[in-house]
């Protein structure tokens, strides 16, 4: 069976340009926007199961991330906090596929999906359901993890691989990393997490150990912010 692999979840709920944390209890997603520690909003969607995963993005380019859940090959995407789905997106194999990625690849302001199939990354830009970028990057299934952030602050996402306490970045997709950040004890900790924290345009790494958040803002490696939030361990996935 599978599960949603991460159990916190990061976006910009409010618009202000700064990422921030959210948990998912079921089909609760507690959400907070000013660092505070304490959800301010608390979102239901989809089944909450564990054959759901969900994912999150800026689906309608308002400066908001909201919701998805994948069921099989189809993403349903909410768009207004209602908890109702407003696009369904079919995309890829559904349970075959590597992973699921989200990322805005084109900088138009909306987010949208990828598939990855061993190195390879199809992006789709346009929402049609074919893809419009293919970018090899790194090993595969042999890599730690894939991650997705707005490295060098430029509006277009790209992509990262984590290999123990290393995140080679890229920044201009063509396949070679541009950045090697160290951060955090690499395959000790419990989640490697992706985010704007500071609203500088750049996004940058946080680690979680258990219910902290470590959110390095200037990719010095060292942690700039100390969130405490949810039960760490204890979350739902």
Known sequence: MRRDKTRYKVGDWDGDGRDNLAV??????LKDINFDGVHDFDQGYG?????DEYLVGDWDGDGRDNLAVRRG???LMDINFDGVHDLDQGYGNGDDEDEYLVGDWDG???DNLAVRR??????DINFDGVHDIDQGYGNGNDEDEYLVGDWDGDGRDNLAVR??????MDINFDGVHDIDQGYGNGNMEDEYLV?????DGRDNLAVRRK???LMDTNFDGVHDIDQGYGNGNLEDQ
């Open 24 to 29: 998912r209890r079921g089909n609760h997603v």
């Open 47 to 51: 089944g909450g199961g564990p054959e």
């Open 73 to 75: 090959n189809h993403v």
């Open 108 to 110: 138009d302001g909306r």
């Open 118 to 123: 061993g190195n390879h990354v199809l992006m």
């Open 163 to 168: 290999r123990g306490n290393h995140v080679l």
């Open 195 to 199: 985010g704007d924290w500071d609203g």
């Open 211 to 213: 219910n902290h958040v």
